[in-house]
């Protein structure tokens, strides 16, 4: 058993003084031992001190060093075997398969950082070579490179307790540009955070890195996560909650003395688009798709298809069937905690009450589980009641049924910014979706075509971001190697010489390299 | 004459209604006419209406045609010839000779644009090709483009009355990106920003552009303004100009239902560190240079140097009677306004009756103009009095006198964000001066060497740009052609038929544009 309640304060495991916080186990109501001790302000004091420390001396560290850094995390991870996987079952009700799945592409992230950072890429390495000659005036030699902005706060998300938690995208991306990482403990799973910390703690011991690279938080209230944001050390967030948390977070981030970028991923209801041709064609089997990604992971999922938009037809008849069907098939599950699984219950029973709203499906709730509801409502109801537009998180969805196309076009230009939206389409639906792709890609981030949005693909081409409130900053992506570009700033050197130059931009830099010689991109 | 006095709606030259602004002859104190009529919020509304309208028309435009548009811009600039020089010279008390210069630096900066957007290099663009064999889940095809934020409120700046203002630096790259600019003229220079506006608008006729695509709108009052950040419409901010005038669009941006990302470059005091081995081959020759860079149009730069840090020695003597020497001889210059002028006086004041604060040379004030002045402290007294930090606009710098490089070091520490930091080394100074690296890097967007911070390259590797208050975003430049990324935003496309496809992302796309093709940079 490698499980301690302590936290982590860079290299050292200390008890929490600042009051307890245990886990639930969502499945049963049991509470879990041991009791994580929070964070006092003093301990994030010293962490904070340890993470400014850290910071010159980590991101100066070559590439490879830092590479294989997050490759030993990596490594880590996995070496915590089954304790890992099982107390994340224990703390999430989230069954087996799908943690270890999890852990698989926490670790694979990991690795992909390891390899831009190998690249170089993310530096975005530019230079413009003297001009002595030119007239009026001869051009300086200027050379920019990107640096990290400095110690980031991550704020893990109870819906991925690996891939987006201590251990997770944000993590892995300020770890790769070169940010040391205060974690803070998700209150939901502060077993696993445990682990997780634990694992980039061996790592930074095994790898030389310096000690205040990482550390570790519980927080028994909102103090120290409040203080974390503010603290005059932090230079960036990452977050992925609720709107309202976020939100919080913003507030403060923007209220400091020195304001400092926030990335949160708060809320998206991911409008899936039905257009006739392809509801003709196979209205069936898209309700049954519909269905399945609905109520995948109990539709604890930031992509979670919870708006759809169609035309009333005899097929859209076949598609509320077919999806109707399935979702009445389908048992309800554990939610992720009781607090979600309450709002999830209230979020429903709201969408019930509606006076605009029709209840197509809806399973029965029992305590602490999540059961699936479609609703059905107008385009006309929509548009003139913000109430529907909101996130129910868990596996409902509202059906927007329009009168015409220009209708669905207005009810996509009402929309708030979103993470994804899916078109169900066939060669015949071209024209008419090719007239409302403007909308839409002013709205999300990602738009994707006869697929569904839960699955969120790790790679160079991935954008799970949008606009607000689906983010806090719809220039960003926090899945993907893309992600790492939040955390990172240019700097210019003008005439610097060669000694001081940092490696990656002398003349005798490393061949291989990218970089944009007097704007045209080259390798060294 | 070609000046009028109307705002611009997109097509229309419309009378503002909502009261009066007048130019003021910064030299002679005379009002010149004629009167600028105040945009009412009718005329803002109906100007975001446009650009709202212009916004998917605009951004769709093929690449070419949106260069040509820059092109236009700068061929219509210098077709408006002397009227052009002539009223700016009148509203800012600059010389002829600058205004010139900036209209060419303005010009080129617009033609530099276009040959970025031809390029293609700012869209990112990335291929991950479908893996429909890769178990345990196929991979989809996923393809990501950057595309523009939306429409662009410009705030002008007043002492970059053509490179900074209405077809400055902030238009040029919102324009480039794909996005519709609203310009707020800058109350000191109606009549240039007028001109400017019209340019504008006489090319996105003649290129057939949508008439939303650029407005311009005088405010006699603050509200306009104001109003303008806080509309829904509006997606960005660029603005250039004070720490308080910065903070409070910040603030307006961050209170909407939907926050936006606002790019305020504000204030900075641009530290010279002169070490000992340079001081002891060039003393004077580096104040003769120091006392030009400090006195150039009369200190009015973002990047004036207005603190020196050196250690106490003979040599240090050197530097300060050279540089007080050249102060002296230089004529106190017009000033861009009363308002600027009045606000340097009581900065100088303020400093000459700081106890801690002694006057190395200070010329004698004449009214709205600004007589350059010395002034030296101790890095004792630095370090106690955040007084001291401030930015004082205008050709004055302070002289930090540190006990040893620690003391350097630690003041360096203590410093606000900046736009840039220059070091006068030698190579025996190198040892040092990479001692002092990491916490430079920290503090600013650019490092020079053996120069002085005024004069600022319109490149690729340029950083104009900083951590706050420098500029309200350090991620950011708003100089050179990364100034453009300030206004896109990542979108991608999964498993898109190639139809629906951006041209740019399809596989028959035009040969020649770079994109990462399975995270490897390769050309089309």
Redesign the interface.
Known sequence: MQLSSHLLVGARAVPGANGAIRATNPATGETLEPAFGGATLDDLDQACALAEQA??PYR?RPPQARAAFLESIAEQLLALGDELVERCVLETGLPRGRIE?ERGRTVNQLRLFA?VVR?G?HLDL???PAQPGRA??P??D???RH?P??PVAVFGASNFPLAFSVAGGDTASALAAGCPVLAKAHSAHPGTSALAGLAIQRAVRDCGMPEGTFSLLFDSGRAVGQALVSDRRIKAVGFTGSRAGGAAL??LA?ARA??I?VYAEMSSINPVLLFPHALAARAEEIGKAFAASLTLGVGQFCTNPGLVLALDSADLDTFIDSASTALRAAAAGTMLTAGIAASYRSGVDALAGHAAVATLAQNVHAEGKGAAALFRTTGVAFLADHALHGEVFGPAALLVVCRDMAEMRAVTEVL??QLTATLQID?DD?AA??AL???L??K????????FPT?V?V?????H?G???AT??????SVG??AISRF??????????Q??LPAVLRDDAMAGS?R?M??T?AKA
């Open positions: 910071f010159d100066e799945g390899a690249s890429d530019r230079i413009d009026p005036l051009r300086p200027l050379r920019l640096i902005v400095g913003m507030a923007a020195e304001p970028p708030e910014g060669a071209y979706a090719m792709l403007p909308a890609e002013r999300v981030g990602r738009i994707l075509v006869n697929g699955g693909e790679s160079t081409a991935m954008v971001g606009p607000f409130p806090s900053d719809g220039r960003s992506t190697t893309g990172l700033r240019p700097v210019c050197y003008q005439n610097m010489p000694a001081l990218w944009r007097d704007g991109l």
